[in-house]
């Protein structure tokens, strides 16, 4: 029921209770001042009789409106219920999908921040390793080095200790892009 129809048939349950109010009273007085041309009593015996007429007569009438009315607002609160759980079960559903978004969005940040780690040491050991062909290729004569461990070493054994690091590193950031573009098919997915 719409809000409207109801406050029309609130007024309109008013205006028959209403009625009923001045018929009733208006049936007693056109009855025994018009009809038998009495006077109104001041006998307190005769105005009790009076009001038990009228609540005799308007009792059955309010509680056929009072009945009618609690029909109504059971059926009203049903609907209403009905409805509340309808949208409950929708904020679930809604709900859940924000957070599956939500550790969509952290996975995908968590692989970026660990692509982003990976690409800062991949670029510092292709300088490295640049620097040592450098120092591989400068002069004649190949001469060892200091390594970052303190040993001394062949720039040569360095150069592909780099090269097999590079390529592992490499390895690594293939797999996480391949892990970054499934987890965005999910989220552009989820997001449908």
């Known amino acids: 029921m719409d809000i409207e129809k109801i406050e029309r048939t609130i007024r309109t349950t008013l205006w028959f209770a209403g009625a009923a109010v001045v018929l009733a009273i208006g049936c007693y007085v056109y009855w025994f001042y018009f009809k038998l041309g009495r006077d109104f009593s001041p ?4 105005w009790g009789q009076l009001g038990d007429y009228i609540g005799g007569l308007l009792n059955p009438i309010v509680a056929v409106c009072t ?5 109504q607002s059971v059926r009203l609160q049903k609907t209403e219920l009905s409805d509340t759980r ?6 679930q559903i809604a709900q859940e999908k924000q957070a599956r978004i939500a550790l ?3 996975r995908i940040d968590s692989i970026n921040i660990r692509l982003t780690l990976l690409s800062g040491e991949l670029s510092y050991r292709r300088q490295k390793r640049h620097l040592y062909i450098e120092l591989a290729n ?7 080095v200091i390594s970052e461990y303190g040993r001394t070493v062949h720039p040569i054994e360095i150069i592909k200790g780099e090269a097999e690091r590079i390529e592992f590193l490499e390895q690594q950031q293939f797999s996480l892009t391949d892990q970054l ?11 449908l």
């Open 43 to 46: 006998d307190p015996d005769a």
């Open 104 to 106: 969509l969005a952290a």
């Open 86 to 91: 309808v949208a409950l079960v929708k904020s």
């Open 181 to 191: 573009n499934e987890v965005l098919r999910a989220a552009e997915k989820e997001s």
């Open 138 to 144: 400068h002069g004649n004569t190949i001469r060892p």
């Open 67 to 71: 009945f009618y009315w609690l029909t």
